[in-house]
């Protein structure tokens, strides 16, 4: 099993930046493919950015490409997400997600359901 834990929400003004963060637990975090979604109140969890396993390829959501940057560290067993340029459309709780992946090039289908495991979610919130 993954245990996921995120870091690095807060609150910041249109424009601004943060860096969120995701720790997981476990000797076999190589083996996962690495997402981030997101859930404003009263819409469903959406798809933000995915990660190989190997950290070679990546996707986006299209309203987050060109500001948010997803990466990983499997010595640190960590993946982060990169936010620039935030909007207040960008305000929701963020969540990590971890995928088996036999193939370390591919990333997975941009669905919750294609997730195995998930963290407790951090709130990220733009002021305009």
């Known amino acids: 099993q993954v245990q996921l834990v995120e870091s690095g929400g807060g609150l910041v003004q249109a424009g601004g930046s943060l860096r969120l963060s995701c720790a997981a637990s476990?000797?076999?975090?190589?083996?996962?493919?690495m997402g981030w979604f997101r859930q404003a109140p009263g819409k469903e969890r959406e798809f933000v950015a995915g990660?190989?396993?190997?950290?070679?390829?990546?996707s986006y959501v299209d309203s987050v490409k060109g500001r948010f940057t997803i990466s990983r560290d499997n010595a640190k067993n960590t993946v982060s997400l990169q936010m620039n340029s935030l909007k207040p459309e960008d305000t929701a709780v963020y969540y990590c997600?971890?995928?088996?992946?036999?193939?370390?090039?591919?990333?997975?289908?941009?669905?919750?359901?294609?997730?195995?495991?998930w963290g407790q979610g951090t709130q990220v919130t733009v002021s305009s």
């Open positions: 997600a971890a995928a088996y992946m036999r193939d370390a090039t591919q990333i997975v289908t941009p669905t919750p359901n294609s997730y195995d495991y």
């Open positions: 476990g000797r076999t975090f190589s083996r996962y493919a």
């Open positions: 990660i190989s396993r190997n950290g070679g390829t990546t």
